[in-house]
């Protein structure tokens, strides 16, 4: 089984030197790893500056690929910034509900005083802060510098991220929230018989006065997809829940939307096409490069949580193989 390792050394002498790849290195789709993906950790001394190096590599002991970041971490704290290190997690629906399962399955209960208040504590990380946010707002709030790290999909890190490089995947399978980006077209009319991106992009219909109507709320993701694959007469409609009635109401042609089991787009007469995945996501655990280097106590808590997440994983992990090898 493939895994994903990360290491906290300490930098080598000499001068520090950051270096920054593209965002593509740093969070590779999740595709390219297997779903459970865990992550070995050492934290370098609290005192001293670190190195956070993060690197993907085989759990067979292949050496480290091409995937790393460097970034010089330093524990100072800039004058009249917060002291708190601020964690943020989604506030409503089945993403908040399995967050606060999986934390606490990590011995990381979050208390709530208030359940209209959308501040919350958890006791066995000190001085940090839990913030409820809708998933957009958390990734928008890392790059702000107004939460440190988070937990949200993958596809709504790389919508609302754009590639941002101060944002870093520092684990990118925690193993629920499985879901995949996928174009979606009618099993009916004009697309009876296209079954790739590649054959779409080819039809004569579409023209600049005439061009394919979208629906997504991928108002990021969407266009670029769609330029990638030689889709050049395009126009975009914004929406957000019950997509799948577009074609049929007349307001699309196609959808661009998230898919978990494909039901919901058999019942509404869509199917998927070869090539229309743009991504697969699930949910994972993000942080803020700037957070980690500048601010106190973020380097710390990011290590803890990740330690207890990877320990609850390679334990349920762990349980699956044992449970599967003795039903066989």
């Given amino acids: ?15 520090q030197q950051q270096r920054l790849p593209s965002p593509s290195s740093v969070a590779p789709p999740l595709s390219a790893f297997f779903r459970r993906a865990h992550t070995s950790v050492i934290l370098s001394p609290a005192r001293t500056p670190a190195l956070l190096r993060i690197v993907c590599c085989s759990s067979a002991g292949s050496s480290p690929s091409s995937a790393a970041v460097a970034v010089a971490v330093s524990n100072g704290r800039p004058d009249g910034e917060r ?112 079954n790739s991106v590649k054959e779409l992009a080819q039809m004569p219909q579409w023209t600049a006065e005439k061009p394919l109507r979208v629906a997504t709320g991928f108002g990021y993701l969407g266009p670029k997809f769609m330029k990638e694959n030689g889709l050049k007469h395009v126009s975009f409609s914004t929406g957000e829940g019950a997509l799948e009635a577009a074609p049929a109401m007349g307001t699309a042609d196609v959808i ?24 697969e996501s699930q949910a994972v655990l993000v942080a803020s490069r700037k957070s980690l280097n500048q601010r106190e106590g973020v380097l710390g808590a990011t290590h803890e949580i990740l330690e207890r997440l990877e320990a609850h994983l390679k334990a349920v992990g762990q349980f699956t193989v044992c449970r599967l090898l003795y039903i066989c």
């Avoid at 089984?1 to 002498?13: E, I």
């Avoid at 958890?122 to 890392?142: E, G, H, T, Y």
């Avoid at 661009?256 to 743009?278: H, P, R």
Wanted: proline share 5%; hydrophobic share 40%; net charge negative.
């Fill in 83 to 194: 002291r708190e290190v601020r964690f943020g997690l989604p506030s409503k629906g089945r993403m908040a509900e399995d967050t606060l399962g999986l934390l606490k399955d990590c011995q990381l209960s979050v208390k709530q005083v208030n359940p209209r208040q959308y501040v919350a504590e958890i006791p066995q990380l000190s001085n940090l802060q839990v913030w409820f946010q809708r998933p957009k707002d958390i990734v928008k709030k890392l790059l702000s510098g107004d939460l440190d790290i988070g937990i949200v999909g993958f596809d709504t890190v790389s919508e609302h991220g754009q590639g941002n490089e101060d944002l870093i995947i520092v684990h990118e399978a925690l193993d629920y929230g499985d879901c995949h980006l996928s174009l979606a077209i009618p099993k009916y009319g004009i697309f009876e018989k296209i």
């Fill in 256 to 279: 661009l939307d998230l898919v978990s089991s494909g039901t919901t787009l058999k019942e509404n007469n869509l199917k998927e096409i070869e090539g229309g995945t743009v991504l």
């Fill in 1 to 15: 089984m493939a895994s994903a390792s990360m290491s906290l050394v300490s930098p080598a002498s000499g001068p």
